[in-house]
């Protein structure tokens, strides 16, 4: 099964709202990405948060990881029209390999 | 830098058929991941080099998917015979290092089995 769960599945929020996507994961990681898929494009990384860090930020993300409830939120402040995507949080456990979320669905109206 | 380059990036086909989708992975990369996303199933990972080699291909859904990486600028995914149920957006993505690393994603292979 997959490793990390977002939730909502669906946001939709007004331009300069701020939205909020949770992921929940069920086993002991090293580190959550999190990534953003535009429509009909692959995904493209915005953050890493390591198992050691609580909170992270880059520019209008804020990023926060919980390891005792297994859970990450990633925070847009500011909304825009353009973070209109679907976004995913991924983890790994000492390998190479990620697992992705299912994902949730922002809709940002103008 | 190009970026990740998959083609086709359109495929339709018909049940039986084979199907060949490619991939070169951003120059200096030395991991390579494949994977398929459909509404139902979300982002699977498929099977993943490192240094030209297999590592994992527990991902692979059967016997009728291959994947090849015969140098580090080139990658296949072969599906024969293609089924209907194949029918989903592959990516190929690759990675500096392999994990823990961000991994730069191509713009998709979309395959349609008639």
């Known amino acids: 099964s997959q490793q990390g769960e977002e939730d909502p599945q669906a946001l939709s929020i007004q331009e300069g709202e701020n939205a909020t996507m949770n992921c929940s994961y069920k086993t002991s990681i090293n580190n959550l990405q999190w990534y953003r898929q535009n429509s009909g494009r692959g995904l493209v990384h915005l953050i890493l948060i390591r198992s050691n860090e609580r909170e992270k930020h880059s520019g209008r993300l804020r990023v926060t990881l919980d390891t005792s409830k297994k859970s990450s939120s990633l925070l847009i402040t500011a909304s825009r029209a353009a973070d209109t995507a679907s976004y995913f949080c991924a983890t790994d456990r000492n390998t190479d390999k990620l697992i992705f979320g299912t994902g949730t669905r922002l809709q940002v109206f103008p | 830098d190009a970026g990740v380059i998959q083609s086709p990036r359109h495929e339709v086909t018909e049940m039986g058929q084979e199907v060949t989708l490619r991939c070169k992975p951003i120059s200096g990369h030395n991991s390579l991941f494949w994977y398929r996303q459909t509404m139902m199933r979300g982002l699977e990972l498929l099977i993943y080099?490192?240094?030209?080699?297999?590592?994992?291909d527990s991902g692979m859904p059967e016997d009728r998917f291959s994947a090849k990486m015969p140098n580090a600028s080139f990658s296949t995914l072969k599906i024969q015979p293609s089924e209907p149920r194949d029918s989903a957006v592959y990516f190929c993505a690759s990675s500096p290092r392999g994990g823990p690393d961000t991994q730069y994603f191509g713009p998709g292979t979309r395959l349609t089995v008639l």
């Open positions: 080099f490192n240094n030209n080699v297999p590592i994992d």
